[in-house]
DNA sequence: GCTAACTTGGAACGACCATTCCAAGATGGC
DNA sequence: GCCATCTTGGAATGGTCGTTCCAAGTTAGC
């Protein structure tokens, strides 16, 4: 019976993710939302509630479109290091250079930012720290099975090591960090965890 | 022949330093820091310039003055992984309780805002970041020369690792990261460069 | 005590902020 | 074609932003 939404949230969604990634929050107002997605501030308001609600919708879709299948590839691959390695080398490539160059990581923005002490905030990163660590324990678990882990390395705490090294990555390639010398400190942590060193690829 | 200023630059940005750490940048007014120092407006403006000085100024004064003397401090220890270890002890102390409990770290929050690509900001990220490593690299050579460190590490390379490392707790203590978890993971790292277990202390 | 030089108080600026409101428009079922 | 229902356009709200301006106040040298 009544009108129908002349305009697709998901698509909007996608736009404001862009904008608050590439600009930030504070620097991102309503109006530049209306002006990037074309739709009227109304609309907006009466679809999504209000700014804060756009942010951290955005910040949860980006956690879950962006981060969580890379967190999911990363705990179903079974190669152990060299698929953390890997996970590495496209992280590298995606913060460095591509149209997303140093823009460095949503969440990781969120830390730093004042948004970060707003509940809802507080529990997407939270979450996204979480599954970050959980898929480089199974990464690391596979390489004990596999024989390719240091006898002395405990899984859980490495990966709260490389969970850390991961956000250093982030933020340290906003402030134009070059990719060779983030790779060579990646690798150098690698190297500390794998029995042989050919193991890292 | 003029009049005097009636008030104490240096005290003024003590105050400032302390509005944009906690509050952010985007976050702090210009009206806050007249509020908190009680100091003019116009006073404010003919001695500072504007926000954005008083941003960059508050900036390399907290990378002088609260970063500096503790990466002097590293470089200079000679006892090399247990200075390291104490770096970070402190370092989380400082950012998990007490005063400036999950304020993180000014010039680590810099790197996530878009304040960042601000030419002066960028300079005194640039700079803090090669301190850093530099006090990491010095303290690791020492451990080097009294046989400390395994064969294997280059200190160049490690002190890279450590620096992303301190970024990394800078950041996860903002979200409530507990300390304890903190000084495991740093701990981990550490036990991966000593020769000895013990010598870390 | 006068004056030149600088600081200070406080109002005022225009721009932008997030949000609200309502009339006008559009739609699907009858 | 009509109506109930939701959406949309766009103006308007009150507040805050960083910055500017100028008259009044304060000082040191003469």
């Not at 404001?16 to 600009?23: A, G, I, K, N, S």
Request: one cysteine or more.
């Amino acid at each position: 019976m009544p009108d129908v939404k002349h305009f697709d949230p998901e698509a909007v969604l996608d736009s404001v993710e862009e904008l608050f990634w590439r600009r930030g929050v504070a620097s991102t107002g309503v109006q530049d939302i209306v002006s990037a997605t074309g739709v009227n501030r109304s609309s907006l308001y009466s679809t999504f509630g209000g700014k804060r609600e756009l942010y951290v919708a955005a910040l949860r879709r980006y956690a879950d479109r962006r981060s969580g299948p890379v967190f999911r590839r990363l705990a179903e691959d079974d190669r152990g290091l060299p698929a953390i390695a890997d996970f590495f080398r496209a992280l590298i490539r995606a913060r460095c250079s591509g149209a997303h160059a140093r823009w460095g990581c949503l969440v990781t923005n969120a830390h730093a930012g004042p948004e970060q002490d707003d509940p809802d905030v507080r529990s997407v990163l939270q979450d996204h720290h979480d599954r970050l660590r959980a898929a480089m324990c199974a990464a690391l678990e596979r390489a004990r099975a596999t024989g390719g882990l240091r006898p002395d390395i405990v899984p859980a705490t490495s990966a709260d090591v490389l969970a850390l090294l991961a956000y250093g990555v982030n933020l340290r390639s906003r402030a134009g960090a070059s990719p060779e010398a983030l790779a060579e400190t990646v690798t150098a942590v690698l190297a500390s965890l794998a029995t042989r060193p050919e193991e890292i690829r």
